[in-house]
Structures are given as structure tokens and as C-alpha cells.
């Protein structure tokens, strides 16, 4: 079992909606969750950082860790074609380096 | 300067040629980081530098060898690779460890013929 899962996706919506990308986890020890954003033949651009449970906002973009079910999501509102990435979540446990979800590729269709 | 920056953008080479790639920051960053990336896949750690200091080698073959100049610059030294070895390099930094939130340069896309 991999420690954090990601539905590739690809997630196709139309422009102006509200987008849910989600990761679970399996090790209690994370603690450092992270969003990053990248476009096609780009490197990751970080998008937002949580510590430990609760919400977070910036702009339009929402970042949520459940730690109690080990869940955690981006909601994205009214989102823009500029938005077709691949956002991929990352978390660590305060000693050891990044580990990544597999990304899940979004597409906000005009 | 809140940037990681990389060089070159692209690269073609033979599997017998050499060849180097850069990273630069100029954030005083302490910690930094070389990740390999395959088409659809998330980045995987390669080599992460520490105060300047190889702290972490994630058994990468000896043909990719890692140098740190000094706490802005990290090279990636290339030599007799193959061509699966072709992929996106990025490179990262962190404030001061491998625990603090890492900031992405925009990679050097590697061609292997």
C-alpha cells in the first residue's frame, strides 16, 4: 500500500465550478501537508501548506486535513481553464523528506 | 529572490557524452534537493543536501553525481547515461531541512539517445 493515494484522474469540469481534489494517507506520523500545482512540463509550485488538522485559505483555493480520518483535500472555487494542472499532495512527517501522491490531472474546460 | 532557478531548460545527449545541470537560490536556503521525474508520475527523491553536506543518497546509480559549491549552488554531474534515464530533473530548496516546505525550481527536461 502506498503511504499516500491520488486518484490520477484525469477531472474534467466545466469553467466557474467548485473543484474537490482529494489524498488519503496511512501513516499517523504525518504531520505537514502540502498542495503543489504543476503545469505541464513545469516544476511543482506550491500552492498552499497545512500543519496538522483544520482548514486553510487562500483566494480561491481551500486546503482541509482531516487527520482524524487521515483525508486530505483541496477545494478549488470558481474555477478557470488557467486552473488545468496537476496538483499533487505531499506530506511529511517532520523528519523525513516529501512523500508524494501520484498527482491528479484536472481539466476546467471553457 | 524567491526563486530556484535551473540550467539548462533542455538537454540532449549521447550515453557516452558529459554532462552537467545547475540549480541556483538565493533565498538562504540550507537544504537542497535533486528529484527525478517521469511522464505522469510524481517526483522522486534523488540526493538532498544539508548545510552543503550529502545528508541523504536515495541509492541512485553512480553515474549521477551530485556536488553543493556552496549553500546557493547544487550540481547534478551526468556521465554514460541510458536512455531511461531520460526524464525531467528538478531541483529544490528548503529553508533548513528536509522538514520545512520545499520550493521547486522549473526543472531541466533530459533527453538520453
Known amino acids: 500500500q502506498k503511504e499516500v493515494e491520488q486518484d490520477p484522474g484525469p477531472l474534467s469540469v466545466p469553467e466557474g465550478a467548485i473543484v474537490s481534489l482529494n489524498c488519503t494517507y496511512s501513516n499517523s506520523a504525518f504531520q505537514y501537508f502540502m498542495w503543489y500545482r504543476q503545469y505541464s512540463r513545469k516544476g511543482p509550485e506550491l500552492l498552499m501548506y497545512t500543519y496538522s488538522s483544520g482548514n486553510k485559505e487562500d483566494g480561491r483555493f481551500t486546503a482541509q486535513v482531516d487527520k482524524s480520518s487521515k483525508y486530505i483535500s483541496l477545494f478549488i472555487r470558481d474555477s478557470q481553464p488557467s486552473d488545468s494542472a496537476t496538483y499533487l499532495c505531499?506530506?511529511?512527517?517532520?523528519?523525513?523528506?516529501?512523500?508524494f501522491g501520484s498527482g491528479t490531472r484536472l481539466q476546467v474546460q471553457p | 529572490d524567491t526563486e530556484v532557478t535551473q540550467t539548462p531548460k533542455h538537454l540532449v545527449m549521447g550515453m557516452t557524452n558529459k554532462k552537467s545541470l545547475k540549480c541556483e537560490q538565493h533565498?538562504?536556503?540550507?537544504?537542497m534537493y535533486w528529484y527525478k521525474q517521469k511522464a505522469k508520475k510524481p517526483p522522486e527523491l534523488m540526493f538532498v543536501y544539508s548545510y552543503e553536506k550529502l545528508s541523504i543518497n536515495e541509492s541512485v546509480p553512480s553515474r549521477f553525481s551530485p556536488e553543493c559549491p556552496n549553500s546557493s549552488l547544487l550540481n547534478l554531474h551526468l556521465h554514460a547515461l541510458q536512455p531511461e534515464d531520460s526524464a525531467l530533473y528538478l531541483c529544490a530548496s528548503s529553508p533548513k531541512s528536509i522538514s520545512d516546505t520545499q520550493y521547486f525550481g522549473p526543472g531541466t527536461r533530459l533527453t538520453v539517445l
Open positions: 505531499a506530506t511529511h512527517t517532520g523528519r523525513r523528506a516529501l512523500t
Open positions: 533565498m538562504g536556503h540550507r537544504a
